[in-house]
């Protein structure tokens, strides 16, 4: 066993503001198949920080750079990385197969159809394959949208409050089930939450974000 750790995301204290300052030095370090949550306070900074590793959004101060590479002016397109968002933004016009195939690329149709069914199996939906969006429940459309993003198969898996919409008592087991299928997946993952009991559930580590400032790490 190779007790190594590989960095594959290292956030060194960027600075964002629009009109007030939203990032006031934030940095943070994700190792090879880790998962660190942040949890925060509505309008804290969280959704802006992922949006500023994937590249949705550019920094006025800092560094990012994935697997050892500085990716700060690198556009989103170009970045390693995959998002789930808070509402799954799955297509409605497609169904479940083409939704999780939709990032895949340069492969052929087999190929694809069978790394679909494997992605279905690991989100424990083995069939789904032809089912419309608007048939699942909001706890199978959330694990769609995450083998949607893990199809993608970049460096690092953002998850932005992946499970928001659900209510609590499913948002506890779903949280378990999300952090199994991201550790079986191998995905180094940073998982953004409000809830500081999904937050525990999820990651390997917790950081509690605080008006744009990340507090040092805790450990479980
Ligand atoms: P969270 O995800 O923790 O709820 P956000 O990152 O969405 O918080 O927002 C943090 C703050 O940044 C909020 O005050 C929000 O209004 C502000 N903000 C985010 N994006 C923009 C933007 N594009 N323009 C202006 N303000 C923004
Ligand atoms: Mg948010």
Same mark, same amino acid.
């Given at each position: 066993?190779?007790?190594?750790? !590989?960095?594959?995301?290292?956030? #060194?204290?960027?600075? &964002? *503001?629009?009109?007030?300052?939203?990032?006031?030095?934030?940095?943070?370090?994700?190792? =090879?198949?880790?998962?660190?949550?942040?949890?925060?306070?509505?309008?804290?900074?969280?959704? +802006?920080? &992922? /949006?500023?590793? @994937?590249?949705?959004?550019?920094?006025?101060?800092?560094? !990012?750079?994935?697997?050892? !590479?500085?990716? +700060?002016?690198?556009?989103?397109?170009? /970045? *390693?990385?995959?998002?789930?968002?808070?509402?799954?933004?799955?297509?409605?016009?497609?169904?479940?197969? %083409?939704?999780?195939?939709?990032?895949?690329?340069?492969?052929?149709?087999? =190929?694809? $159809?069978? $790394?679909? /069914? #494997?992605?279905?199996?690991?989100?424990?939906?083995?069939?789904? #394959?032809?089912?419309?969006?608007?048939?699942?429940?909001?706890?199978?459309?959330?694990?769609?949208?995450? @083998?949607?993003?893990?199809?993608?198969?970049?460096?690092?898996?953002?998850?932005? =409050?992946? &499970?928001?919409? &659900?209510?609590? @008592?499913? $948002?506890?087991?779903?949280?378990?089930? !999300? /952090? %199994?299928?991201?550790?079986?997946?191998?995905?180094?993952?940073?998982?953004?939450?409000?809830?500081?009991? #999904? @937050? %525990?559930?999820?990651?390997?580590?917790?950081?509690?974000?605080? =008006?744009?400032?990340?507090?040092?790490?805790?450990?479980?």
């Amino acid at each position: 066993m190779n007790n190594k750790k !590989i960095n594959i995301l290292t956030v #060194e204290n960027i600075h &964002l *503001s629009f009109a007030l300052p939203v990032l006031r030095g934030v940095s943070l370090n994700l190792d =090879e198949g880790e998962i660190v949550s942040v949890v925060g306070p509505s309008g804290c900074g969280k959704s +802006t920080l &992922l /949006r500023c590793i @994937a590249g949705l959004q550019q920094i006025d101060k800092g560094n !990012i750079s994935i697997r050892g !590479i500085d990716v +700060t002016h690198v556009p989103a397109y170009k /970045r *390693s990385v995959s998002m789930v968002f808070q509402d799954g933004q799955l297509f409605p016009h497609m169904n479940v197969a %083409k939704n999780i195939a939709f990032p895949m690329r340069k492969i052929s149709s087999k =190929e694809k $159809r069978q $790394r679909v /069914r #494997e992605l279905l199996e690991l989100v424990d939906l083995s069939g789904f #394959e032809k089912r419309g969006i608007d048939t699942l429940s909001g706890g199978q459309a959330s694990r769609v949208a995450l @083998a949607r993003s893990l199809a993608r198969g970049g460096d690092v898996l953002l998850c932005d =409050e992946p &499970l928001a919409a &659900l209510d609590v @008592a499913l $948002r506890m087991s779903l949280s378990l089930s !999300i /952090r %199994k299928i991201v550790k079986n997946a191998g995905a180094s993952c940073v998982y953004v939450t409000h809830d500081g009991e #999904e @937050a %525990k559930r999820v990651g390997d580590k917790v950081v509690r974000m605080d =008006e744009g400032v990340l507090h040092p790490m805790q450990l479980k």
